[in-house]
């Protein structure tokens, strides 16, 4: 049982290329979600699914796509990356049907500076 | 609207010494309290969380918190602290109908020194 595993751990990209983010889960979870950590800001949530083939906006989803094609993973890509980009970023599960409370499950992050 | 403030950025404290992590919250419907703890270079663990119930929470790591709601408070409290609790600790609230999303507090970072 792995948790909640993310790929790549680390990454740099020049301004303006593109790169997908995977996070993958084995609990059988419902609910994913994408954060990025930046100094003196905490976790602001950039999109999130409630299940498979759905997806939302988050706090800061401007520049990011999502897709959750399977319940397993939830993809983050950066079509056109800028500096402003560059981050930790974090992705997380909880399970919802009949249980009171979605506690969240986070991946060890990626660190992403964009150049 | 939801939100959460952490009232201290850092907290430095010696070794075994006691610590209190002071968490408020703001919100106009029931609520759900959570601290999570994030040690260097990893991602977030669940410390405690409070959904009804008794007013004081017992985590893992000999941390407790209590929920003082007519203070709208979710203090985080350990009576002897370790160099391994230096960390990164986030509280955050979730509306208690509608639980999908936290609302995250700025973190505190604690060091603990020998």
């Known amino acids: 049982n792995a948790g909640v595993t993310q790929t790549p751990k680390f990454r740099v990209l020049k301004t303006g290329q593109s790169m997908t983010l995977l996070c993958a889960q084995d609990?059988?979870?419902?609910?994913m979600y994408w954060y990025r950590q930046d100094p003196g800001m905490g976790l602001r949530l950039i999109h999130y699914?409630?299940?498979?083939?759905?997806?939302a906006k988050g706090e800061v989803p401007d520049g990011y796509n999502v897709s959750r094609l399977k319940k397993q993973n939830f993809l983050l890509g950066l079509e056109s990356a800028a500096p402003s980009q560059t981050s930790v970023y974090f992705c997380?599960?909880?399970?919802?049907?009949?249980?009171?409370?979605?506690?969240?499950?986070f991946g060890p992050g990626t660190r992403l500076t964009v150049l | 609207a939801q939100s959460v403030t952490q009232l201290d950025s850092q907290v430095p404290v010696f070794e075994e010494a006691p610590v209190e992590l002071r968490c408020n919250y703001s919100?106009?419907?029931?609520?759900?309290l959570f601290w999570y703890v994030q040690y260097p270079n990893q991602g977030l663990q669940l410390l405690l969380k409070y959904l009804s119930g008794s007013t004081l929470v017992k985590g893992i790591n000999g941390f407790e918190a209590e929920f003082n709601k007519s203070q709208t408070s979710f203090h985080l409290r350990k009576p002897s602290v370790h160099i391994s609790d230096t960390a990164e600790y986030f509280c955050?609230?979730?509306?208690?109908?509608?639980?999908?999303?936290?609302?995250w507090g700025l973190g505190t970072s604690l060091a603990v020194n020998p």
């Open positions: 955050a609230v979730s509306n208690a109908g509608n639980n999908r999303k936290l609302i």
């Open positions: 919100s106009s419907v029931s609520v759900y």
């Open positions: 997380a599960s909880s399970y919802s049907t009949g249980a009171p409370l979605d506690t969240q499950y």
């Open positions: 699914s409630v299940g498979e083939g759905t997806t």
């Open positions: 609990m059988n979870h419902e609910y």
